[in-house]
């Protein structure tokens, strides 16, 4: 059984990493902008993050097997929906589905373990199920690109069918049957309210450079509709019974700074992300598997950093373990935006290790210190709303810095070409035989003034980056260190990297 249960958590962690490598090729088969491939990403981590909330409750109400079974099934339908979608628009949708049915793999997989052995065997049990984890990392890029140089993008989600078939019919026949029970009473208002608000707002960030922002009704209406709905949802927090998120939970300060700081970790891990690939493939003319193999050393930085965390985390305040991962993850975009046109692929195999060491350094540490001061009866709803976070900063993170690019590109170029005149002294060095009559060479200059200008975007995006990692460091000192560590070091270690 855990051979079928890893197996179905590894695809779910393969597929967060095995798309971004194929970007290019499915902007260049979908006819898509620039912009508008991003959704590919971002439409699959918002789906997941909020379902995932709900994944404890429907547990209880229908049983985990029946819940991991169904979520396995359609994951493995979505995934062949979205090998074979013919648009943008088809690619989107399915993928959205896919993260509605693949919220539940990880943390019903991990519960399944959990059960699967005796509570002193749970610190192993969770050592082999961080595999996974790392598996995602490791094995995504390097998978994704073989899968696109030499079959095509579409085999990047096809890969999901054989595996999610043989997870499925072994845990039907391995995967003991834990019945429902009576669960807590759900409140679907405050969900429906939540979704909606964290939808809307996607949705702007998403849509708001193609539609020229606040110019575009569109762009008004998800404004208003993402205010209104968090506006009810709270004022609907506040009033109910039972809501989905109780308010109680935010006045644990621990659990909020955790909280906002595991959001722009979000933006840390899966910004880059999606910027390496497109920069990588256009820029730089990496074929597709070079971008995948430069890519993947990430994973062997979450390796070795969780394998420290098991001695680190009883011996060292955690609060300096998260912020010595902040000050790396800072670094390593610091360190990419000193990259050139004529940079080699080793900075982007050194800072994806760092970057990989740092936010493994700050899993596992802000993962205790969000739940340690936090009231047992209310760390089900503090999972649910930190989870939510931290996804969303990612999905937040990767539509914002693509705006950036956007935005910068275009004022950079504008400033380049002003100064390319043929009385500019700068120039006459430069390009002594420059023709400036002749259109060949005219539009040679211009390609080059396009590579700078795109070059010096990336470069801000990820400076840009590296200061957020400095401010969310900041944000450690505000908090308190906890008495006690109730979990042992391995659990925390793997249930760590379980979420990323």
């Known amino acids: 059984m855990t051979f079928f249960v890893m197996a179905a958590a590894i695809m779910n962690q393969v597929d967060t990493t095995i798309a971004n490598v194929a970007l290019p090729h499915i902007q260049g088969s979908t006819s898509a902008s620039r912009e508008q491939i991003t959704w590919v990403l971002t439409s699959y981590i918002v789906a997941l993050a909020i379902f995932t909330p709900l994944t404890g409750w429907l547990a209880g109400r229908f ?32 993928r959205v589905f ?21 509570p002193e065997e749970h610190g192993n049990a969770m050592a082999v199920f961080g595999l996974a984890a790392v598996t995602g990392p490791l094995v995504g890029p390097l998978a ?62 998403d849509r708001g450079q193609v539609q020229d922002w606040f110019s575009s009704t569109e762009i008004w209406v998800e404004t208003l509709l993402a205010g209104c709905a968090f506006y009810l949802f709270v004022v609907h927090s506040l009033t109910t019974r039972h809501p989905f998120v109780s308010p109680a939970v935010f006045t644990d300060r621990n659990f909020v700074i955790c909280s906002i700081v595991g959001f722009f970790l979000g933006v840390l891990i899966y910004s880059p992300m999606s910027l390496l690939p497109e920069m990588l493939s256009n820029l730089f003319g990496y ?19 969780m394998l420290a965390m098991g001695r ?13 991962g902040m000050i790396l993850s800072a670094y390593a975009m610091w360190h990419l935006s000193h990259m050139t046109l004529q940079s080699s692929g080793w900075i982007v195999i050194t800072t994806g290790i760092i970057q990989g060491m740092g936010s493994s350094a700050i899993f596992v540490p802000l993962s205790m210190m969000t739940f340690t ?38 004022a950079v170029q504008s400033r380049l070409t002003e100064g390319v005149r043929p009385d500019n002294p700068v120039v006459q060095a430069a390009l002594p035989n420059a023709d400036f009559t002749s259109p060949a060479s005219v539009a040679g200059m211009e390609h080059e003034l396009v590579r700078q200008a795109t070059m010096v975007s990336y470069i801000n995006a990820y400076w840009v980056l590296s200061i957020i990692g400095i401010l969310a460091c900041a944000m450690v000192f505000l908090l308190r260190r906890p008495r006690r560590i109730d979990a042992s070091a391995d659990t925390l270690a793997a249930e760590a990297m379980a979420a990323e």
């Not at 097997?65 to 943008?88: D, E, P, Q, W």
């Not at 049915?101 to 059960?115: H, I, N, R, W």
């Not at 680190?312 to 010595?324: E, K, S, T």
Request: with cysteine; proline share 5%; aromatic share 10%.
């Open 373 to 410: 001061t936090l009231p047992a009866h209310l760390r089900n709803e503090g999972a649910a709303i930190n989870t939510l976070l931290r996804s969303y900063g990612g999905a937040a993170g990767i539509a914002l810095v693509q705006v950036l690019i956007y935005r910068n590109e275009a």
């Open 312 to 324: 680190l985390i009883n011996r060292v305040d955690p609060r300096l373990l998260i912020g010595f």
């Open 287 to 305: 074929p597709i598997m070079d971008v995948g193999l430069v890519m993947a050393p990430r994973g062997l930085g979450v390796l070795i950093m």
């Open 98 to 118: 896919q993260g509605i049915a693949g919220a539940a793999l990880v943390p019903m997989s991990q519960a399944t373990l959990l059960d699967a052995y005796p």
């Open 63 to 94: 049983g985990r097997k029946r819940v991991v079974l169904i979520s396995i099934f359609f994951f493995t339908l979505t995934s062949g929906l979205c090998g074979a979608a013919t648009n943008l628009n088809e690619l989107i949708v399915f």
């Open 144 to 205: 994704g690109g073989w899968l696109t140089e030499h079959m095509s993008w579409r085999w990047c989600f096809f890969i999901n069918l054989p595996i999610g078939i043989m997870a499925w019919v072994g845990l039907t026949a391995t995967m003991p049957d834990y019945p429902g029970k009576k669960a807590a009473r759900l409140d679907f208002l405050g969900f429906a309210l939540l979704a909606l608000a964290i939808g809307a707002l996607q949705l702007l960030f």
